[in-house]
């Protein structure tokens, strides 16, 4: 009988220092413990009810011993073994509000956070009515300008036409119309900027750096940039840098609500430069037929139909 139990019993250290190599592989830490004094007070509490003399035969008891390892293998994997980090929004009130400044409008917003926004005109933007436990999101069609509120627990996070802009704590202007390259301009601080579908395009800028992102090709350009030019508009400064006129009519159509047509469509290539402050959308036109040598007609209907001479 003492050549069976002193058989069994080593096989079952076999099995146990078997198990916990195992262990050891995976790279299963125990933080806490000693992990051989561990291993050591198993094999005594195991030979100490082995000594209560319950007769069994030798392939129950060592398949009940088989169990029992198994079973702390599994116990200790599950305990002590590293957890995958997930970023998860936390369950939030869900209900969203929606900002729209008309075309031939702006709009000054307070976030939940304090953080503050001016809103261009022909934008739209929409935030949680209370902002989740991870992040500070929001989405944003158009233009907007954000002074966001320091908080390095919770990065502000602004979505955009495919890109993603994450920031701490600074202020920064996004130009995001639809069909047209989203544009990140940043006055304070740091920011990070990526395509949603390919983070690993990720670029970080600082201030009087900028971000030109084309959603068709999925590229991401960093450059420097005249911050002035890109944060007029807040101003009222309607600014045409060498664009064509197609791109000054775009602008034109939000900054007045009208719509701008061509009769000859090439004119939408011809290249002008200009900036107006305050100025009435007539006094505009009389410039472009001035400089640029065009003649311009007015209807009642907010069009404006751009006739070459």
């Not at 107006?276 to 139909?305: A, G």
């Amino acid at each position: 009988m003492d050549k069976k139990k002193n058989r069994n019993r080593k096989l079952l250290e076999k099995l146990l220092d078997r198990e916990w190599e195992k262990l050891n592989k995976e790279r299963i830490y125990l933080p806490t413990l000693n992990s051989e004094e561990l291993k050591q007070k198993i094999k005594r509490k195991i030979e100490s009810k082995k000594t209560k003399q319950f007769y069994i035969g030798k392939s129950l008891r060592i398949a009940a011993s088989i169990i029992v390892i198994s079973s702390l293998s599994t116990f200790l994997y599950y305990i002590y073994s590293p957890k995958p980090v997930t970023e998860v929004q936390a369950p939030i009130n869900e209900q969203i509000v929606e900002i729209y400044a008309r075309p031939g409008t702006r709009k000054k917003i307070v976030l939940p956070d304090g953080t503050r926004v001016h809103l261009n005109n022909a934008s739209t933007l929409r935030f949680p009515k209370e902002f989740g436990k991870v992040s500070r999101l929001v989405e944003l069609d158009g233009e907007a300008f954000f002074d966001v509120k320091r908080d390095i627990n919770y990065p502000f996070v602004v979505n955009s036409n495919g890109l993603s802009t994450r920031v701490l704590g600074t202020s920064f202007n996004i130009c995001s119309y639809p069909g047209e390259n989203t544009v990140v301009t940043v006055e304070t601080g740091k920011v990070s900027v990526k395509p949603t579908e390919f983070p690993q395009k990720q670029v970080f800028l600082t201030p009087g750096k900028q971000a030109i992102y084309d959603a068709n090709n999925d590229t991401v350009a960093r450059r420097n940039a005249d911050i002035t030019e890109y944060l007029a508009w807040r101003y009222r400064i309607l600014n045409f840098n060498n664009i064509t006129l197609g791109e000054a009519a775009k602008k034109m159509e939000r900054w007045y609500n009208v719509k701008i047509l061509f009769e000859d469509e090439k004119l939408k290539n011809d290249i002008i430069q200009g900036s107006y402050k305050n100025e009435r959308l007539e006094n505009v036109l009389k410039s472009f037929e001035f400089i640029h040598k065009l003649k311009v007609q007015m209807k009642e209907n907010n069009e404006v139909i751009v006739i070459s001479n």
